[in-house]
């Protein structure tokens, strides 16, 4: 079987090193020396400062959403992983879905806001790792003063013109399932701008405790632990080949796929991890024709994101965003992971270029 993705599993003898400090030391949990150790390596390979490990992603946008204060409406995307919208339903906030870019796929942030009146904040995603348009946050934030956080999930090493997209708005949260480029089996981390908003996010994840004993704030355990550590220590020590061959296998389906489907727009300027790989086919029907010929041969791209998150009842939406309605009708991800040989992309590429209606008046007309 052939899925969307799999974990890297990084050499068992590297693992088994950093295990063993934790055996030896019989520190488990509670910001231990594994843990340490990983911030320390993380915020150097990264280029970033106050980076806290937590116990996943979707925890780290509920704690930035506690520190910064952020309850009542708060403006997002449509076209995300459930985890961002469900955060902010969990935290007692208001979606208030703005629609996306059709070429990068991103929240297209309004130069003037209409609308919900009393919005508290933006919750954004960089979309497959794809960078939000930085000028409009900042325009969003000068102009409204108001918070602005943003899930980089898939957002692990990409930089623009240079300088890491983590140090974009006020926090920026990773997420290290494992099914990401870089995982700790479970994990997470939140990159905080703000000191004081860092030292305070380093208790909550504690039950409040701080490191003399008091009871400061009404916390949680959101802690990363010491064999999740050794993970992200022995997956991170092969960061390198993991990267050139998510890349490799980009190129490949680049070269491969016909032109027809449309790909994520990706800036020049933009240092990109190539985590995923969406393609928008011409139609819903095309899509799903395509999925069954890969089914039958125990292929499984996903259909990364459909729903769009504003037609998801339970969210409370009920605004109409077009374009993210219809890129989720057509968009899935093509399987990457390291070890996925590249005579499986061919077969991939071959079996989606083959199932896609030559005769259609789209393809004629897009062809």
């Given at each position: 079987?052939?899925?969307?993705?799999?974990?890297?599993?990084?050499?068992?003898?590297?693992?088994?090193?950093?295990?063993?400090?934790?055996?030896?030391?019989?520190?488990?949990?509670?910001?231990?020396?594994?843990?340490?150790?990983?911030?320390?390596?993380?915020?150097?390979?990264?280029?970033?400062?106050?980076?806290?490990?937590?116990?996943?992603?979707?925890?780290g946008i509920q704690i930035a959403l506690k520190i910064l204060g952020i309850a009542g409406?708060?403006?997002?995307?449509?076209?995300?992983?459930?985890?961002?919208?469900?955060?902010?339903?969990?935290?007692?906030?208001?979606?208030?879905?703005?629609?996306?870019?059709?070429?990068?796929?991103?929240?297209?942030?309004?130069?003037?806001?209409?609308?919900?009146?009393?919005?508290?904040?933006?919750?954004?995603?960089?979309?497959?790792?794809?960078?939000?348009?930085?000028?409009?946050?900042?325009?969003?934030?000068?102009?409204?003063?108001?918070?602005?956080?943003?899930?980089?999930?898939?957002?692990?090493?990409?930089?623009?013109?240079?300088?890491?997209?983590?140090?974009?708005?006020?926090?920026?949260?990773?997420?290290?399932?494992?099914?990401?480029?870089?995982?700790?089996?479970?994990?997470?981390?939140?990159?905080?701008?703000?000191?004081?908003?860092?030292?305070?996010?380093?208790?909550?994840?504690?039950?409040?405790?701080?490191?003399e004993g008091q009871i400061e704030e009404v916390g949680i355990n959101a802690k990363m632990n010491e064999f999740e550590a050794a993970?992200?220590?022995?997956?991170?020590?092969?960061?390198?080949?993991?990267?050139?061959?998510?890349?490799?296998?980009?190129?490949?389906?680049?070269?491969?796929?016909?032109?027809?489907?449309?790909?994520?727009?990706?800036?020049?300027?933009?240092?990109?991890?190539?985590?995923?790989?969406?393609?928008?086919?011409?139609?819903?029907?095309?899509?799903?024709?395509?999925?069954?010929?890969?089914?039958?041969?125990?292929?499984?791209?996903?259909?990364?994101?459909?729903?769009?998150?504003?037609?998801?009842?339970?969210?409370?939406?009920?605004?109409?965003?077009?374009?993210?309605?219809?890129?989720?009708?057509?968009?899935?991800?093509?399987?990457?992971?390291?070890?996925?040989?590249?005579?499986?992309?061919?077969?991939?590429?071959?079996?989606?270029?083959?199932?896609?209606?030559?005769?259609?008046?789209?393809?004629?007309?897009?062809?």
């Open positions: 079987m052939i899925p969307v993705t799999k974990p890297h599993v990084p050499a068992k003898k590297n693992f088994d090193k950093y295990i063993n400090r934790a055996f030896e030391t019989k520190i488990l949990t509670n910001s231990g020396p594994l843990v340490q150790e990983l911030t320390s390596r993380l915020e150097s390979y990264l280029g970033v400062r106050n980076l806290l490990l937590v116990g996943n992603g979707t925890l409406n708060v403006a997002t995307t449509p076209f995300s992983f459930p985890a961002t919208t469900s955060s902010l339903v969990w935290e007692g906030c208001q979606p208030v879905f703005w629609d996306i870019n059709p070429d990068d796929f991103n929240i297209l942030v309004p130069e003037q806001i209409e609308g919900p009146p009393e919005l508290k904040g933006l919750l954004a995603t960089h979309v497959f790792g794809c960078p939000v348009d930085e000028r409009r946050l900042n325009v969003f934030r000068k102009s409204y003063g108001l918070p602005v956080i943003l899930d980089a999930a898939h957002a692990f090493g990409v930089t623009s013109k240079g300088e890491s997209i983590l140090n974009l708005g006020d926090i920026s949260v990773l997420s290290f399932h494992a099914t990401k480029i870089f995982h700790t089996v479970e994990g997470g981390a939140l990159i905080i701008s703000d000191d004081d908003l860092y030292e305070r996010a380093k208790k909550i994840i504690n039950f409040g405790i701080t490191p993970m992200g220590l022995a997956v991170l020590d092969e960061i390198k080949q993991i990267l050139t061959a998510y890349r490799e296998i980009s190129l490949q389906y680049d070269k491969r796929l016909d032109p027809i489907l449309k790909r994520q727009l990706i800036p020049k300027q933009c240092g990109y991890n190539y985590s995923y790989f969406p393609v928008c086919f011409p139609d819903e029907a095309s899509l799903l024709h395509a999925l069954k010929k890969l089914s039958e041969k125990n292929i499984f791209p996903r259909r990364y994101f459909a729903p769009s998150l504003n037609n998801v009842a339970v969210y409370g939406g009920s605004v109409e965003c077009p374009v993210s309605e219809d890129i989720s009708r057509r968009i899935a991800c093509l399987p990457i992971y390291t070890d996925l040989d590249l005579s499986s992309v061919k077969t991939i590429s071959d079996v989606i270029n083959d199932s896609i209606p030559k005769g259609s008046r789209l393809y004629k007309s897009l062809g």
